[in-house]
């Protein structure tokens, strides 16, 4: 696969923030589809990990669209909340994927661990697994992550998900702060990205 360029290829995401962010991150001589192109819902995501998870969607959507899929899993462990939301993370902001309503929750959930929590350095993560499927063949599968905090309270809006509340590792402002371009140079996706570029 490596020796043969791609060409077309399907993102594999409902999710218009990681969409985004995808795009910018593959070389622009590959004609991107969506699944919004092909109006496709968003398999059930039953794996215990990002790799299975991201694999349940890149062989799903390859399979319904006849078309090589790229497809992301990430999420946001916390150490204090025992790693969660974990590959829960999206479903934390309830069945919309609301995740101002995810936000709050992971707010409530720290008070309930530890009152004080917002005057300590609350070790979180970044996870990112990234995978392209053919039908039902895996043509690659990685991951990544990057280490950072909890902010005490959202701050910023040019990302999306929980990027208000993540402050990278020696870093002052949050994810949602940043300017995208820069961003994008530092995240889990863009790690997880450089593991797989030979493949594109």
Aim: charged residues 30%.
């Amino acid at each position: 696969m490596s020796k043969q360029k791609i060409k077309k290829l399907l993102i594999g995401t409902n999710n218009r923030g990681k969409l985004r962010e995808i795009k910018n991150l593959l070389p622009k001589n590959i004609k991107i589809y969506s699944t919004a192109d092909f109006n496709l819902k968003s398999p059930l995501e039953n794996g215990k990990t990002f790799k299975e998870n991201s694999l349940i969607k890149s062989k799903y959507f390859s399979k319904r669209t006849g078309l090589l899929c790229l497809a992301d899993d990430s999420g946001l462990e916390i150490d204090l909340l025992d790693k969660n939301p974990g590959i829960y993370s999206a479903r934390w902001g309830g069945k919309s994927g609301n995740f101002s309503k995810a936000i709050k929750k992971v707010y409530r959930e720290l008070s309930k661990k530890d009152k004080n929590w917002q005057h300590k350095k609350i070790k979180a993560r970044f996870i990112c697994a990234l995978s392209i499927s053919y039908l039902d063949k895996k043509i690659v599968c990685v991951q990544s992550k990057v280490e950072g905090y909890i902010s005490n309270e959202p701050k910023g809006k040019k990302g999306f998900g929980y990027d208000p509340i993540f402050i990278l590792k020696n870093e002052i402002k949050t994810f949602g702060e940043m300017i995208p371009s820069k961003k994008y140079k530092m995240d889990h996706r863009y790690n997880a990205f450089k593991k797989i570029k030979k493949f594109l």
